[in-house]
């Protein structure tokens, strides 16, 4: 259950309901590794295909999706949100059922080990097979295990069911935690889910020009042909970001490496490994945020990068920024983030649509 506080956030503006929530659900429960991102692709076109002018599927699986707004002058608005996840690709089967994999994205192989998985297009239960601490000396529980010496392990003999290239996401399902969501894939479902909220309510003043795009955990490839084909004013990446506010670890005295915190609101860009966010558009989103009195957060600088790292180098360049929504445990199997950071940040992007007119760009970057 949510509490009544997040129903309550931001009254007049669009809110984090039943609806909503059936949605992100649905979209994390779908399985869409890199390359393979039909599953969230079909949920798309479903959900956009009211609300749009255009929706196209182009070569490489990236959804794109026009609503075109009213009056004169309107700014053209790329967003992006990719539909990828990380995940695990098999390559190899032996005799035994045993299947050996790969990872497809930033994967910490640690994390592996004991991991309920689900294989295929048909989603096949397994998992990855781990040796009991009974079996394990005191000397190799200090080791990390080789990736190729782990196999998936399916449990029967699934004939060919199975074939190298297929791919393997967690089995974890989304479930709603009081004022919380665990799920995996919340990077970039969350994007995705707001992006889907966004075109069924987009501000008539702006074209809207959405990509939901493939394979930007492999380095950001769907992403660069999108905003080629849009070519649009000004771009947005709609992404989750790891949120690292836990206690600090080890010898630590304090944690000074968080990036982003829970509870704290939408992580506006400033600069990433990508991308260096376009000063006009930062302004614009504090502004609008404290304006409108919407919590927000600065993501501090550091490593990861979202779209936004290719779009805004398309053609003769496009301002570019990126806003995230804050969640714990990024790339593993389960992450955690707070209704209320997502609820925020739907609100945000919402006031800020509403705000933009070509003034936004005239100025000096
Ligand atoms: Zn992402």
């Not at 005799?95 to 994967?107: P, Y």
């Not at 000004?234 to 600090?248: K, Q, V």
């Not at 804050?326 to 609100?347: K, M």
Request: proline share 4%.
């Amino acid at each position: 259950m949510m509490t009544k506080e997040t129903m309550n956030v931001n009254n007049n503006t669009l809110k984090i309901g039943a609806d909503q929530l059936g949605l992100l659900e649905r979209l994390c429960n779908a399985t869409a590794v890199s390359g393979d991102e039909h599953e969230v692709r079909q949920i798309v076109i479903e959900e956009v295909k009211p609300f749009a002018d255009e929706v196209k599927v182009d070569k490489l699986g990236n959804v794109l999706v026009t609503k075109l707004g009213k009056g004169e002058h309107r700014v053209r608005v790329m967003l992006a949100a990719h539909m990828d996840e990380i995940g695990l690709m098999i390559v190899k089967k032996h005799d035994d059922d045993l299947f050996e994999f790969v990872c497809v994205g930033g994967i910490d192989e640690r994390q592996l080990p004991g991991k309920a998985v689900l294989v295929g297009r048909e989603h096949l239960p397994g998992v990855i097979g781990a040796k009991p601490i009974h079996q394990t000396t005191a000397e190799e529980r200090k080791d990390k295990i080789k990736l190729s010496s782990m196999r998936i392990d399916l449990g029967e003999d699934i004939g060919d069911k199975v074939k190298p290239g297929d791919r393997a996401t967690f089995a974890t399902r989304f479930e709603v935690l009081g004022y919380s969501v665990r799920a995996k894939a919340l990077d970039d479902r969350f994007g995705v889910a707001t992006l889907i909220e966004l075109l069924k309510h987009t501000p008539e003043n702006i074209d809207l020009l959405a990509a939901f795009t493939v394979q930007e955990e492999v380095g950001l490839r769907g992403a660069r042909v999108t905003a080629y084909a849009f070519n649009p004013d000004m771009a947005i990446a709609l992404d989750s970001t790891p949120a690292y506010d836990l206690p600090h670890w080890d010898d630590e005295d304090e944690n000074v490496r968080y990036n982003t915190r829970l509870d704290a609101g939408p992580a506006i860009y400033v600069m990433d490994r990508a991308t260096i966010a376009d000063r006009r558009l930062v302004h614009w989103l504090t502004e609008t945020a404290e304006d409108e009195r919407i919590p927000y957060q600065i993501r501090q600088p550091g490593g990861g990068g979202t779209d936004a790292g290719v779009i805004h180098r398309t053609r003769s360049g496009i301002p570019s920024i990126s806003v995230s929504v804050p969640a714990r445990y990024a790339h593993t199997a389960a992450s955690i983030a707070r209704l209320d950071d997502w609820a925020n940040t739907l609100s945000l992007l919402y006031r800020a649509l509403g705000r933009v007119s070509p003034e936004l760009l005239a100025g000096d970057r």
